[in-house]
Structures are given as structure tokens and as C-alpha cells.
């Protein structure tokens, strides 16, 4: 990364997409997040398949509302279509979820985090889903609100990471009351019990990933400064045999934020990720430093257009509170673009109430517009998770938004004239069977697209499944990916507009 010459090109008025994005709301059962002041964070999406169709199932917190699964309906390329169901995930608490395949069976599983006791959730096929037993998962009543995770070197189980907020114990709380954190680390085929990850600063999101393609992911969490007052931070943990916190020795710079989420993706082509944090206030859109040893990062300037500081309809000129964050090209143009949702804590009267979700669209010179008016999505409801993913396998990335108070709203990508795209699964045998970890990298004549397969991140709440690409007037391309023990696949020609699997 050169920021000098990333951000600079941050400054450029951004140049026409090929297609201005449009969505339209689809009906789905009527489902908010609710609850008391535990439940005013939270409200997570999960998209993931779990019937083996290749279309998303969602799965949708609720607080102390029953969390809900609703199966994906929808004819392929047609109208989005979802049935609410009872099942085995119809639990209350829960604070959000996020998909992965914990045992590499094939079939996706659950990690559900909740006020109370957190719960692994083991697909059976069909939607069906029972608790995970003899894997030596311990858990306690706390108050979750982040996760992530990630396979080291090794091992059979993968590594999870619990984001806990304030410690509800604490007679001194809530503030200055923030609870640790829990790093599950295996032993073959089990866990250990948990290691704490101390000091912790109320974590509201994290992600394991490998920011400087060092070979090895390491967690960073985004910590809610309204609790921790003083003395905390954004932090990124080196999962070294002894985690230890990256310090300025390291080349970390020091963010102090209301953080919320986080978001991922190398957006200038360098095949480094830059990381975008949502926050009370400005929206952090940040890059790695040129020639960096270690994880020391730069908040681009103002000009990008990444900051979203103020609702931009509604007529409520206080600070906007961003939540759920996730990169994705809705309109196929080659360029990722950026969901961000929004809406007021609960009643803070420093903050806006009506606060419109933001459509930040990319553009090849680096800048942010925004277009959530025009694109149909700028509801001013109390949003908090989402999910961003291809939901009836038409190449056009849908949305859903889980709201506190009101009701989910889904959207279907009805964009015109958008681009080519690429679905990409990646599959290799034995443990980590969806390849966490890995970097899938695209190419056409001199420009290359770079994703790595991450669990974790946003708030509350992740996508499982095919990677999207998308990519403007294209035919054809390469593609290869760099596995997670660093071997590189061969470059392979591949025809655009379907979705294909890698396998190892």
C-alpha cells in the first residue's frame, strides 16, 4: 500500500458507473429486533445456505423476540421470495450470528451470540440444526456481541474469537465496566477452555484477517468508546502461541472511536485489504502505511466521501450512528461499493433520529458517493445488521436490513444495465473446508481484484458462501486463489456472468 498515492487519488471526483443502482423492497413476515437497553446493540443477519440450492437462507436476531429462519423461496433470477419457519434457531437473546462450517461437513453451521449463554449450532442438512456436542465448547452468561474466526496451522477445529460488551455483574457499571473478551483455541478435536483477552474495551465487531499477507490472521476488534471512557482503544490482537496486543513498538496507531463494525477489502488493487469502521459520529475509512513493518494505519481525508458523518435526507442534520458495514459491487461496474446501516442508539438527543442507510458507490478514482435515495434504501428506521449477497442467483448483490422496532426490510438488486459478474466458491478437502483464510485473486489485462475469505467482521452478524465479483464490460478472465497455507493455484481463463467452484 502507498498512501500518499491512495489517498491522493481519494481526492478525484468520482467518474460515471455503468449503471445508476436500483432496489426494490420485496414483502417478507413481518420480524425487529426488541428489547431493553441490552439489546440496544445487536440486531445481526445471517445469509448462508442451508439446504444445499445455492440461495441464501436468512437468519435474523431478535433480542428478547425469537431470532427467525427464513428460507430462500426464490425462483432462480426471479423475484426474491422467503418463508419464515420455526426451528431449532428460534431462540430469544440472541444478538446476531454468524454462518461457518465448524466440523468441514459440508453443510454450514451456526455460531449464535446472545445475552446469556453463546451457542454452536450444527447444520444436519435441510435446515435442520441441533447444539454441537463432544467438541468441548464451554460458554457462560455474558453479553456477546462480536465474533470472529479463523484455522491456524494445524488444527481440525477452527479458532473463535467472543466480543464481549459490558460486564452486567459489575455493581460499579455500566460504564467503565467493559467485559473481557474469549479466544477458543483447539486441541485436536476439542476446545480448550477459553483464554481471556484482556484489557477489553466493549467490543461491538472483529475479524480475523491477514492484513499484511504475512501468512497468518490476526484479530482485530473495534471497541465502543461510549463504555470504555478512557483508557481504551481500537485494538488488533498478534495471535502469536501467547496472543499479545500489537503497541506503538509495532507500528500501531492508536484510534480512539465509538466503534461499531468493520469492513474489509482491497479496494486499490495492491492486494492489501483497507478497513472501514463504523462509529457515532464519522465513518473511519482507513489503509496500511507504505513500507509498514507492522499494522500501523492512516484514516483517509475527509474528500473520500467514506465518512458519512451527517444523514444526507430526512431533515435530521445531527451525527449519524453507523452499525453494519459491508463492501460489495451493486451494480457490477468493477468497483466496490458500500452499505453502511444506521440509526439512533435508542434515544441519544446528541444524535440523529432519522438517519438514512448509506449507499457509498466506488469509483475508479478512489471516491465515495452516495446514492441510498436514489437507490431506493435510505430508510430512516433504527437499522442495525445486514446482509449483502446474491439472494436468487441473478449476479446482483440484494440486501436485507434488520431494524430495531420495526419490522426487516428486504430489497431486491433491480439495477439496469449493470455489469458483468463472477459467483466464486472455494472448496478444498479435509478441515476448513471453505478455505477461511484464503485469497481469491482476479485479473484482467493489467488489474487485479483481491478478496480473502474472512468469518467475521460487520456487527453482528456475517455472509457465507460464493465470493461476488463484479466486473464492468468484461468477457473473460483470470482467476486463481492463494490457499491458506500460502500455496498458489494456477491462474485459470474463465468465462464471466456464472457462478463456479475452486476447488483444491
Request: proline fraction near 7%; charge should be negative; charged fraction near 20%.
Amino acid at each position: 500500500m502507498r498512501p500518499e498515492l491512495c489517498f491522493a487519488t481519494l481526492l478525484v471526483v468520482a467518474g460515471p458507473a455503468v449503471a445508476d443502482p436500483l432496489f426494490a423492497p420485496r414483502q417478507i413476515a413481518p420480524h425487529s429486533y426488541e428489547g431493553g437497553w441490552e439489546h440496544f446493540v445487536g440486531g445481526g443477519v445471517a445469509a448462508f445456505d442451508c439446504n444445499g440450492d445455492n440461495l441464501p437462507e436468512l437468519y435474523a436476531a431478535g433480542g428478547e423476540n425469537p431470532a427467525q429462519l427464513f428460507l430462500n423461496r426464490s425462483d432462480p433470477g426471479g423475484d426474491l421470495a422467503f418463508d419464515a419457519v420455526d426451528s431449532a434457531l428460534s431462540l430469544t437473546g440472541v444478538i446476531g450470528a454468524y454462518p461457518l462450517d465448524i466440523d468441514s461437513d459440508g453443510v454450514m453451521d451456526l455460531a449464535i451470540l446472545r445475552v446469556g449463554e453463546n451457542t454452536l449450532m450444527r447444520g444436519l442438512g435441510n435446515c435442520a440444526f441441533a447444539p454441537f456436542e463432544g467438541i468441548g465448547f464451554q460458554t457462560d452468561a455474558r453479553w456477546t456481541t462480536a465474533f470472529s474466526a479463523t484455522w491456524e496451522a494445524g488444527q481440525t477445529l477452527p479458532t473463535l474469537a467472543f466480543g464481549n460488551y459490558v460486564d452486567r455483574s459489575d455493581p460499579e457499571g455500566p460504564f467503565e465496566a467493559c467485559d473481557v473478551n474469549h479466544l477458543y483455541r483447539p486441541e485436536g478435536d476439542s476446545y480448550t477452555p477459553p483464554l481471556p483477552l484482556a484489557p477489553g474495551f466493549c467490543a461491538l465487531s472483529m475479524l480475523f484477517t491477514d492484513w499484511g499477507r504475512q501468512g497468518r490472521a490476526d484479530l482485530r476488534v473495534s471497541n465502543d468508546r461510549h463504555y470504555y471512557v478512557r483508557g481504551g482503544e481500537e485494538q488488533m490482537w498478534a495471535m502469536e502461541p501467547e496472543p499479545r496486543l500489537y503497541g506503538p513498538q509495532d507500528g500501531w496507531n492508536s484510534h480512539q472511536l465509538w466503534g461499531m463494525g468493520i469492513a474489509s477489502r482491497d479496494l486499490d488493487g495492491d492486494g492489501l485489504s483497507e478497513v472501514y469502521l463504523t462509529s457515532m459520529g464519522d465513518q473511519r475509512l482507513q489503509a496500511l502505511s507504505e513500507g509498514a513493518d507492522g499494522p500501523s494505519y492512516l484514516d483517509a481525508p475527509y474528500e473520500s466521501g467514506a465518512t458519512a458523518h451527517r444523514p444526507y435526507t430526512g431533515g435530521d442534520g445531527r451525527p449519524s450512528t453507523g452499525w453494519h458495514a459491508v463492501f460489495g459491487d451493486v451494480d457490477n461496474d468493477g468497483w466496490a461499493d458500500l452499505f453502511v446501516a444506521k440509526g439512533n442508539v435508542e434515544q441519544m438527543p446528541g444524535s440523529a433520529m432519522e438517519d438514512p442507510n448509506n449507499l457509498l458507490m466506488g469509483s475508479p478514482e478512489g471516491r465515495f458517493t452516495e446514492a441510498g435515495l436514489q437507490a431506493g434504501v435510505a430508510s430512516l428506521h433504527r437499522s442495525r445488521g445486514a446482509a449483502l449477497a446474491d439472494m436468487n442467483g441473478d449476479g446482483l448483490l440484494d440486501l436485507a436490513v434488520l431494524n430495531r422496532h420495526m419490522p426487516l426490510e428486504l430489497y431486491q438488486n433491480v439495477t439496469p444495465g449493470a455489469g458483468a459478474w463472477l459467483l466464486v466458491d472455494v472448496i478444498q478437502a479435509g478441515p476448513n473446508r471453505n478455505a477461511v483464510g484464503a485469497f481469491v485473486e482476479l485479473r484482467i489485462a493489467d488489474r487485479t481484484w483481491t478478496q480473502e475469505i474472512t468469518v467475521g467482521g460487520g456487527h453482528a452478524g456475517g455472509v457465507a458462501g460464493a465470493l461476488h465479483f463484479g466486473l464492468g464490460d468484461a468477457e473473460t478472465a483470470e482467476i486463481r486463489v492463494i490457499w491458506p497455507d500460502g500455496e498458489s493455484g494456477d491462474w485459470q481463463p474463465v468465462e464471466v456472468n456464472q457462478r463456479l467452484t475452486l476447488a483444491r
